[in-house]
Antibody
Framework: EVQLVESGGGLVQPGGSLRLSCAAS????????MTWVRQAPGKGLEWVAN????????HYVDSVKGRFTISRDNAKNSLYLQMNSLRAEDTALYYC???????WGQGTVVTVSS | QAVVTQEPSLTVSPGGTVTLTCGSS?????????PYWFQQKPGQAPRTLIF???NKHSWTPARFSGSLLGGKAALTLSGAQPEDEAEYYC?????????FGGGTKLTVL
């Protein structure tokens, strides 16, 4: 059974940092692009970042460039999102996914508030 | 970054047909944008229905189909069912980064 399980979310003050993790199982993780997508409360989906199979190509939405870093560890079947200089507008449910293959996690909640 | 546009809301009768569209601020949507369509129901994670314009997953009901139509990507639902009531999002690739549309709330009524 394919599973993507996100963790690492929580409440953080503006300017703080969090590291999200996504543990993959049930498929060959190293074969696929991986993506982080977020959804602010009551809002639509927003693509955040993605990373190529070997980790050598990464793309980010403009609003997180220079603050967020996507990475992966194929040996551990894990995807990460290092989030620094967090802002209130980063508050959202963060999903990891293999968009093309259609595998989505259930998300982890990030709340940025003082 | 580009802006992807979708109808905010549409209504279809049970058994009816409806087409949702997905436009790009940069011009015509082509196969090179690899259009995707997602379905999301309240309280659930999104589900990928269509990838690369018109390809379906094993879980995609046959009544859904994807295409390019009049410079936009399109998702057509033929024979709507009550369980198809949901939010539908499209996504387009811009040579690396992707952008989601704002979503279409589809009501089956």
């Amino acid at each position: 059974e394919v599973q993507l399980v996100e963790s690492g979310g929580g409440l953080v003050q503006p300017g703080g940092s969090l590291r999200l993790s996504c543990a993959a199982s049930g498929f060959t993780f190293s074969r696929y692009w991986m993506t982080w997508v977020r959804q602010a409360p009551g809002k639509g989906l927003e693509w955040v970042a993605n990373i190529k199979q070997d980790g050598n190509e990464k793309h980010y939405v403009d609003s997180v460039k220079g603050r967020f870093t996507i990475s992966r560890d194929n040996a551990k079947n894990s995807l990460y999102l290092q989030m620094n200089s967090l802002r209130a507008e980063d508050t959202a449910l963060y999903y990891c996914a293999t968009i093309r293959e259609g595998y989505w996690g259930q998300g982890t909640v990030v709340t940025v508030s003082s | 970054q580009a802006v992807v546009t979708q109808e905010p809301s549409l209504t279809v009768s049970p058994g009816g047909t409806v087409t949702l569209t997905c436009g790009s601020s940069t011009g015509a949507v082509t196969g090179g944008h690899y259009p995707y369509w997602f379905q999301q129901k309240p309280g659930q994670a999104p589900r990928t229905l269509i990838f690369d314009t018109s390809n379906k997953h094993s879980w995609t009901p046959a009544r859904f189909s994807g295409s390019l139509l009049g410079g936009k990507a399109a998702l057509t639902l033929s024979g709507a069912q009550p369980e198809d009531e949901a939010e539908y999002y499209c996504s387009l690739c811009y040579s690396g980064p992707w952008v989601f549309g704002g979503g279409t709330k589809l009501t089956v009524l």
